[in-house]
């Protein structure tokens, strides 16, 4: 054990995590989920239209976008006004592809369902935060439009969490913070449904190298943090 991690956890340990439903009165969906230190504020918003390139062919949508307030980190960030960064992009479409991948986009029909992850405070870990709260609030929203009459029943058919694994000082640590991220030699994030699959492996030797050996090293702690947000998740 690092005897310097956030409230001194074990390696393969995950921050305190809390998930708030209904944190939001207007959106279908909402969810503000804190990873430690890490907040981010996740809203389901639904709109009876899709994308030019859908219309007519029955199948939905579901998206995302993502920012970081200004002062959600220790120094002020300016809002991107005059366009988007490309890591805000990258982080998106990850979230966006992410929750598609449990929804069936043809029972959805020609809905487009938009989840804003808007980061209020930075601590390490947005992606994968906004991921496991977009999740709880795309579910609420669904199943709040199908009671609502506009479906027979909500095409979210499953479950999906996102994780940071990553080597620092030369241990493999679970849920990294900003101060373990920023000097991680490997870092990675991890997107698995509840069947134990996943979706995304993103992995990058920061510093180093790594083999096989150590790569099943970090998939292995990262599933154990996964299955305990999917339990998290589920409680919620």
């Known amino acids: ?38 907040r981010v504020l996740c809203a389901a918003s639904i709109e009876e239209s899709v994308p030019g390139w859908l219309k007519g062919t029955g199948t939905g949508w579901v998206t995302a976008e ?8 220790s120094k002020r960030s300016r809002r991107e006004t005059n366009g988007q960064k490309g890591r805000t992009h990258e982080i998106q479409r990850l979230i966006g592809r992410s929750l598609r991948s449990v929804v069936d986009l043809r ?11 808007d980061v ?14 977009a999740w709880i609030a795309l579910r609420d929203a ?3 439009w199908a009671n609502a009459g506009k479906l027979k029943a909500s095409p979210v058919f499953g479950q999906v969490a996102a994780i940071s694994v990553g080597l620092v000082d030369g241990k493999v640590l679970l849920d990294l913070d900003y101060r373990e991220d ?3 030699e490997i870092d990675m994030n991890l997107v698995m449904n509840a069947e134990g699959e996943f979706i995304e492996v993103q992995g990058t030797g920061e ?10 090293e970090m998939l292995d702690v990262g599933t154990k943090g996964l299955w305990d947000l999917l339990a998290a998740q589920r409680a919620t």
């Open 1 to 38: 054990m690092i005897a310097t991690r956030s409230n001194n956890r074990a390696n393969d340990a995950l921050r305190p995590v809390t998930f708030t439903r209904d944190y939001l009165k207007s959106p279908f969906g909402s969810c503000l989920v804190e990873f430690g230190d890490t």
């Open 207 to 216: 510093r180093t190298t790594f083999d096989r050996a150590r790569l099943d």
């Open 182 to 184: 920023s000097r991680a």
């Open 120 to 133: 209020i405070q930075a601590d390490g870990g947005t992606r994968t935060a906004s991921i496991c709260g």
């Open 107 to 117: 029972a959805l029909g020609e809905v487009t369902v938009t989840l804003d992850c």
């Open 66 to 73: 993502y920012a970081m307030l200004p002062a959600s980190g």
């Open 142 to 144: 669904l199943n709040a």
